[in-house]
């Protein structure tokens, strides 16, 4: 029988899982919170004493698993950090650009195209997010933890606040230079989606212990999703007119604004969050 012990603080150590195919493994299985036993090689009255029955003679499909396990449990807290900084972003702006004199910087249309990107297209590219290369290099998660953690709510604060200064400041640099014109619209509204975008490519990282480069293009379906937002918005805004109440934008515009809200997201998170965003959603 091997069985696999977890640190607690308030008594030493507790049996996490145990493996077994023995009778005399029983006791053990029963105490751990998972108890596994090896079909193959185990009787009857093991299997059902255990919570969980490998097909094969090896651990491997059992640590597949909870690699899997691990990474859509991280994918959702991902996806809720992302989801609470956006949302905050909307309301904010909302709440905040009227009061200021600077007027809502988005038109209804607009904010239906920002909802479907928010419930639709995020949702698929962070749902099909596979193991990080760390994911079993830490110990398991605490079942008692809240979903949403202390840490992950100082992540959302620090963006949220980040972005939304970002927005408002861009909204009264062009509010006093050409407020309500068509073009002045497709800038406000490509630079809100594009804070959207690279706050979204940042999610991929949180809880992760090193960033890891190769992870940039690793998951065809997330580029798929990031292609959608960025041409997406693009074809909307230089085919939308008056429906949209947009005005094409020039390549060298397009450059600056995907550039130029990156750099504003990656840089300023840097500044004000260090590391701390990285394990910031816990050991998952």
């Known amino acids: 029988m091997e069985g696999l012990r977890r640190s ?4 030493g150590t507790e049996l996490f899982a145990a493996l077994g195919c023995r009778v005399d493994d029983i006791p053990a299985m ?18 059902e004493s255990s919570d969980v029955v490998l097909t094969e003679a090896s651990l491997q499909p059992f640590l597949r698993a909870v690699a899997i396990g691990r990474a859509f449990y991280r994918n959702l807290r991902r996806f809720l950090v992302f989801q609470a900084v956006t949302n905050f972003l909307i ?12 007027g809502f910087p988005l038109t209804v249309l607009q904010m239906l195209w920002i909802q479907f990107i928010l419930d639709t297209v995020t949702a698929l590219a962070l749902a099909t997010e596979a193991p990080d290369p760390d994911i079993l290099d830490r110990p398991p998660s605490d079942v008692t933890e809240p979903l949403l ?11 949220s606040v980040l972005v939304l200064a970002g927005f408002l400041g861009l909204l009264a640099i062009i509010h006093s230079v050409a407020p309500g014109t068509p073009h002045s619209h497709s800038v406000l509204f490509s630079a809100f ?3 959207i975008f690279w706050v979204l490519w940042t999610s991929r990282w949180l809880g992760t212990k090193n ?6 293009w690793d998951n065809p379906w997330y580029i798929w999703m990031a292609a959608c937002i960025v041409f997406g918005q693009m074809l909307i805004v230089q085919t939308g007119g008056s429906l949209f109440q947009t005005a094409p934008l020039t390549g060298f515009e397009w450059f600056g604004l995907f550039a130029g809200t990156g750099l504003y997201v990656w840089l300023g998170g840097a500044l004000l969050e260090g590391n701390a965003a990285k394990p910031a959603i816990g050991t998952m």
């Open 91 to 102: 309301l904010g702006i909302n709440l905040l650009s009227p009061l200021l004199g600077l």
């Open 193 to 195: 989606v594009f804070l």
């Open 8 to 11: 607690n603080s308030g008594s």
């Open 211 to 216: 960033p890891h480069a190769n992870r940039a």
């Open 30 to 47: 029963a105490s751990a919170q998972i108890g596994l036993a090896l079909g193959p090689l185990s009787s009857q009255s093991v299997k």
């Open 149 to 159: 953690t202390w840490a992950m709510g100082r992540v959302i604060l620090a963006q």
